[in-house]
Nanobody, 123 residues
């Protein structure tokens, strides 16, 4: 069964950090562009960060300088380190994967989605 499983969300005070994990089962990430979207209540979906199958990376302007995306091929897991979190970062964060492509294409289409993990930042 193909599955993306996110973890690492939670409750943190403003200025704190979280590391999100996205683990794949049923396929391997090495030929995929993988990253994170988020959606806050009443707002649209926003692409947060991506690591492309070509090795490129993408970071949302709203979070640039506060994020680092990385992958561990041995664990078939992609990580998103989020620092200096703000209350406006509160959202459900979803992992998404596109076979091949790059991060620009990943913003537009995906093959797999995770169920999401809640991130809540208190002010």
């Amino acid at each position: 069964e193909v599955q993306l499983v996110e973890s690492g969300g939670g409750f943190v005070q403003a200025g704190g950090s979280l590391r999100l994990s996205c683990a794949a089962s049923g396929f391997t990430f090495d030929s995929y562009s993988v990253g994170w979207f988020r959606q806050a209540p009443g707002k649209g979906r926003e692409g947060v960060s991506c690591i492309g199958s070509d090795g490129g990376t993408l970071y949302a302007d709203s979070m640039k300088g506060r994020l680092t995306i990385s992958s561990d091929d041995a664990k078939n897991t992609v990580y998103l380190q989020m620092n200096s979190l703000k209350p406006e970062d509160t959202a459900v964060y979803y992992c998404a994967a596109l076979h091949g492509g790059n991060c620009v294409e990943w913003l537009k289409r995906h093959h797999y989605w995770g169920q999401g993990t809640q991130v809540t930042v208190s002010g």
